[in-house]
C-alpha cells in the first residue's frame, strides 16, 4: 500500500521557537495532503488542506500565520509552527490523497507528530 | 454540514468473539464514502474498510464488515473472531464525493470508540 512519512515523529522545544513538520508521500504523488491535530483519546480535527502549488484553506478557528502550510512538490508538505506556546503541544497527523481518477478514494495516513512546547 | 456521531465512547471484547461498533452520520448528499479507520497505541491510523454509498453490497474485509444502512443514515463495524490486535481506537469516517464523481478527499471523523479485546 501507499506510504506517507513524517519527520520528526516527535519534537520538543522552547515556547517563542517555529517548528518545521514534513510529510511526504513516498511511492506516490499526492496533490492534495491534509493536516490534522489529535488531542490523546480525541478525534481528529482537520486543520487545513494543502494543495500542490496553490495556497492551503484553513478551517475554521485555524490561524494561518500560526501555522503556516506549503506544499511545494506532489510529494511533500511541510506544516510550520510559529512562535510556538504550550497549547501548541498536541499530536499532527498528515494524510495525503492518492493522484488517481475513479472512485476508488482514499486517504493515506502519516505516523504523526508529537510536538512538546516547554 | 456533515456530522458524524460514534455513540460508544469505550467498547470491550473478549478474544475470539464479535463486536459491533456503531456509527450514524447526517449529510443532505447523496454521493458520497464512509470509512472505518483504526488507530492503535502506535497512533497510526490504519484503514480497516471503505463503502460507497451508491453500492447496497455491504462492504467486507476478512474479519471486518459493515452493516450500511443509509436511508437511517447508519454504519456500523462489525469485528468477528476478535483479537488482541484488533485493541485500537476505531474512527467512523465521511467524505463527499461531488457531482463529477472525484472528491476533495476531506474526511469528516467521529469521535472514536476505544475497543479493548481481552484475552
Known amino acids: 500500500g501507499a506510504v506517507v512519512s513524517q519527520h520528526p515523529s516527535r519534537v520538543i522545544c522552547k515556547s517563542g521557537t517555529s517548528v518545521k513538520i514534513e510529510c511526504r508521500s513516498l511511492?506516490?504523488?499526492?496533490?492534495?495532503m491534509f493536516w490534522y491535530r489529535q488531542f490523546p483519546k480525541k478525534s481528529l480535527m482537520l486543520m487545513a488542506t494543502?494543495?500542490?502549488?496553490?495556497?492551503?484553506?484553513?478551517e475554521q478557528g485555524v490561524e494561518k500565520d500560526k501555522f503556516l502550510i506549503n506544499h511545494a512538490s506532489l510529494t511533500l508538505s511541510t506544516l510550520t509552527v510559529t512562535s510556538a506556546h504550550p497549547e501548541d503541544s498536541s499530536f499532527y497527523i498528515c494524510?495525503?490523497?492518492?493522484?488517481?481518477?475513479?472512485?476508488?478514494?482514499?486517504?493515506?495516513f502519516g505516523p504523526g507528530t508529537r510536538l512538546l512546547v516547554l | 454540514a456533515q456530522t458524524v456521531t460514534q455513540s460508544q465512547p469505550e467498547m470491550s471484547v473478549q478474544e475470539a468473539e464479535t463486536v459491533t461498533l456503531s456509527c450514524t452520520y447526517d449529510?443532505?448528499?447523496?454521493?458520497?464514502?464512509l470509512f472505518w479507520y483504526k488507530q492503535p497505541p502506535s497512533r497510526q491510523m490504519i484503514l480497516v474498510i471503505r463503502?460507497?454509498?451508491?453500492?447496497?453490497q455491504n462492504a467486507t474485509e476478512n474479519r471486518f464488515s459493515v452493516n450500511f444502512q443509509k436511508a437511517a443514515k447508519s454504519f456500523s463495524l462489525k469485528i468477528s473472531d476478535s483479537q488482541l490486535g484488533d485493541t485500537a481506537m476505531y474512527f467512523c469516517?465521511?467524505?463527499?464525493?461531488?457531482?463529477?464523481?472525484?472528491?476533495?478527499?476531506?474526511?469528516?471523523f467521529g469521535q472514536g470508540t476505544i475497543l479493548t479485546v481481552h484475552p
Open positions: 469516517a465521511f467524505m463527499i464525493l461531488n457531482a463529477g464523481g472525484t472528491s476533495y478527499g476531506k474526511l469528516t
Open positions: 463503502q460507497e454509498a451508491y453500492k447496497q
Open positions: 449529510t443532505s448528499e447523496s454521493n458520497y464514502y
Open positions: 511511492d506516490f504523488q499526492a496533490t492534495t
Open positions: 494543502s494543495n500542490e502549488g496553490s495556497k492551503a484553506t484553513y
Open positions: 494524510s495525503a490523497r492518492a493522484r488517481t481518477t475513479g472512485y476508488q478514494e482514499t486517504q493515506y
